[in-house]
């Protein structure tokens, strides 16, 4: 690609986190980076992608062709790349059949349902020579950020134990979410994905082994059936030591609980990843005649950008832009225009994924897990079902 070039690409999938991806598109041409021409938008629910493709004319003036079929639209439509949206069990497939036509590749979190399916897609994408990037927008948004900048430069010592606790009830039944072959998990894989791209990318460690334990107490939610887990509790032991505790349930009435706290040597810091947490997410620090020194973590972003210098700083935030979907997107393009690696590739995404269905897997067998042994398929009790609903082989 020449430099003054946007990308052409393709949206295939148009439910709600289309949305996002769109706002994000639009956000960069706001801040002048009208890098991206969305030519056209594919879902099987034809009123889905209408409303995709109306929202994309809104701040464009221009129309994309609209799908049904993905395979008809790589074919007739001139594409740089495609930008995949999907349910967890669709992404191999539809991933494999871009990349092998000749097509550079975003899609969302998870890269598969099973790290069996997620390997074929690395394998394709190695054969291809096409830039593959996954959707891990949470360590792109100024909060994560900030806890990244702070432990990379030891403002608080060197990280101990790492804590998430995500409890809540919920009611209402997510469709394909809710069923296991679909989703391969539930939010403990969704979500999970994100949570220990957080734990890699901050503390700079790699996950060792895990033991966890899942549990199902929903049989249905609005009188659909449900598939999947709905309480796990897993601790995930790092390189140096280091060790991250999840406890996380979304059937459990009473109490909320949301929070994510990192405890290093000198001092601790919140790092929640709702937004209704930000303004009470803190620093705080022991002092040298021991009183605790707080820090609003608000106070700490500004700090973090006064002391970047500007290609850190453009990177983090091109031209100013704090969205993070559309940070992810425009290191998708520039991945792409430059021939470099993205920052969150198929094989960082590959890393994540080993997090959760390690906590599954060790649940399966009732005993700790290598992670290493998961990400090299010895290990395979629980995916097993999905990959043979799915013929993943």
């Not at 949305?19 to 099987?44: M, Q, T, Y």
């Not at 559309?326 to 998708?332: K, N, W």
Request: overall charge neutral.
């Amino acid at each position: 690609m020449e430099n003054s070039e946007r990308l052409d690409i393709g949206i295939i999938g148009c439910g709600g986190i289309t949305r996002r991806h769109i706002e994000g598109i639009n956000r960069l041409k706001i801040s002048g980076l009208d890098v991206f021409r969305i030519k056209a938008v594919c879902d099987r629910n034809r009123d889905n992608a209408r409303a995709r493709a109306m929202q994309i004319e809104n701040f464009t003036n221009e129309r994309p062709q609209i799908y049904g079929d993905f395979r008809k639209m790589i074919s007739d439509v001139s594409l740089d790349a495609v930008d995949i949206c999907l349910p967890h069990y669709l992404h191999h497939t539809v991933a494999i059949t871009c990349l092998q036509s000749g097509l550079h590749v975003f899609i969302e979190k998870p890269l598969a349902i099973t790290m069996r399916a997620a390997k074929r897609i690395m394998e394709t994408r190695q054969h291809c020579g096409r830039v593959l990037a996954v959707g891990e927008n949470y360590r792109m948004t100024p909060n994560m950020r900030a806890v990244w900048w702070i432990l990379h430069n030891h403002m608080i010592g060197s990280p101990r134990l790492i804590i998430w606790n995500d409890i809540s009830l919920r009611m209402k039944h997510s469709g394909w979410r809710d069923n296991k072959l679909e989703a391969g998990g539930s939010w403990l894989f969704d979500g999970g994905v994100h949570l220990a791209d957080l734990d890699r990318y901050q503390t700079g460690l790699e996950p060792i082994k895990v033991y966890g334990i899942t549990r199902k107490g929903a049989e249905r939610r609005e009188g659909k059936p449900v598939t999947v887990d709905d309480l796990a509790i897993a601790t995930i032991v790092f390189e140096r030591g280091v060790v991250s505790q999840w406890i996380w349930s979304d059937n459990l009435p009473g109490h909320n609980i949301l929070r994510r706290i990192i405890y290093c040597t000198e001092g601790s810091i919140t790092a929640s990843y709702g937004a209704e947490n930000f303004f009470r997410d803190r620093l705080e620090k022991l002092s040298s005649n021991s009183s605790i020194l707080s820090q609003l973590k608000r106070d700490l972003i500004n700090m973090m950008k006064r002391n970047m210098d500007q290609t850190s700083l453009q990177r983090f935030f091109p031209n100013g832009v704090e969205d993070s979907f559309a940070i992810e997107l425009y290191d998708f393009y520039l991945a792409v225009r430059d021939g470099r690696k993205p920052e969150v590739d198929d094989v960082e995404a590959y890393n994540d994924m080993a997090v959760p269905l390690s906590i599954y897997e060790s649940s399966y067998l009732g005993e700790p897990v290598l992670i290493e042994k998961i990400k090299s398929l010895k290990i395979e009790n629980y995916q097993r079902e999905i990959n043979e609903s799915l013929s993943i082989t």
